[in-house]
T-cell receptor
Framework: DAGVTQSPTHLIKTRGQHVTLRCSPISGHKSVSWYQQVLGQGPQFIFQYYEKEERGRGNFPDRFSARQFPNYSSELNVNALLLGDSALYLC????????????????FGPGTRLTVT | AQSVTQPDIHITVSEGASLELRCNYS??????LFWYVQSPGQGLQLLLK??????LVQGIKGFEAEFKRSQSSFNLRKPSVHWSDAAEYFCAVGAPPSGTYKYIFGTGTRLKVLA
């Protein structure tokens, strides 16, 4: 079975531009979460989607938005890019049903490395 | 508010030596606890998790962790480290499902293994 896939692998953007990152969860998983990992730090929670609805939002500005599609894939959009948005963006997939407990386990993709210049 | 502390930023051990990585959490009830490993340029791989029950949990690659409620700790251990274990290790805490599957991560511990 394929794991979580993310595209693109790397991306270079200029300040003020917009970016879209994509994620496909593990087959059968209905929940997708997005995390930002700045160099030297642990991942920070951005969003969680389950069954196409937003279930959680971290402490990020409104420039960050996301959505989930009927096939459970997801997009993360960031507008008006700042230098500080340079980071590894991780997508995590989970079954998301709440039961059994293993459905709460999150499996991470390889990430998209975003560099803003 | 939930938080996770990994007191050791860097740890160096010799191959074959034992390993313990520390993790302390702050949460009002019994949280869900996780350890992940990240190799350079890679995503996170789940090593083990604790939801409830037996406080000593076994994971992949020979790792284990022990949940100690009295110390709010979930330390990761391995009896004999291999050179391939060199990586960054993250402890994470999650609240029992209340709608949001949000994990809080520590800042990580970078493990170096000497041959």
């Amino acid at each position: 079975d394929a794991g979580v896939t993310q595209s693109p692998t790397h991306l270079i953007k200029t300040r003020g531009q917009h970016v879209t990152l994509r994620c496909s969860p593990i087959s059968g998983h209905k929940s997708v979460s997005w995390y930002q990992q700045v160099l030297g730090q642990g991942p920070q929670f951005i969003f969680q989607y389950y069954e196409k609805e937003e279930r959680g939002r971290g402490n990020f500005p409104d420039r960050f938005s996301a959505r989930q599609f009927p096939n459970y894939s997801s997009e993360l959009n960031v507008n008006a890019l700042l230098l500080g948005d340079s980071a590894l963006y991780l997508c995590a997939s989970s079954a998301g049903t709440g039961a059994p407990l293993s459905s709460y386990e999150q499996y991470f993709g390889p990430g998209t490395r975003l560099t803003v210049t | 508010a939930q938080s996770v502390t990994q007191p050791d930023i860097h740890i160096t051990v010799s191959e074959g030596a034992s390993l313990e990585l520390r993790c302390n959490y702050s949460y009002g009830a019994t949280p869900y606890l996780f350890w992940y490993v990240q190799s350079p340029g890679q995503g996170l791989q789940l090593l083990l998790k604790y939801f409830s029950g037996d406080t000593l949990v076994q994971g992949i690659k020979g790792f284990e962790a022990e949940f100690k409620r009295s110390q709010s700790s979930f330390n990761l251990r391995k009896p004999s480290v291999h050179w391939s274990d060199a990586a960054e290790y993250f402890c994470a805490v999650g609240a029992p499902p209340s709608g949001t599957y949000k994990y809080i991560f520590g800042t990580g511990t970078r493990l170096k293994v000497l041959a």
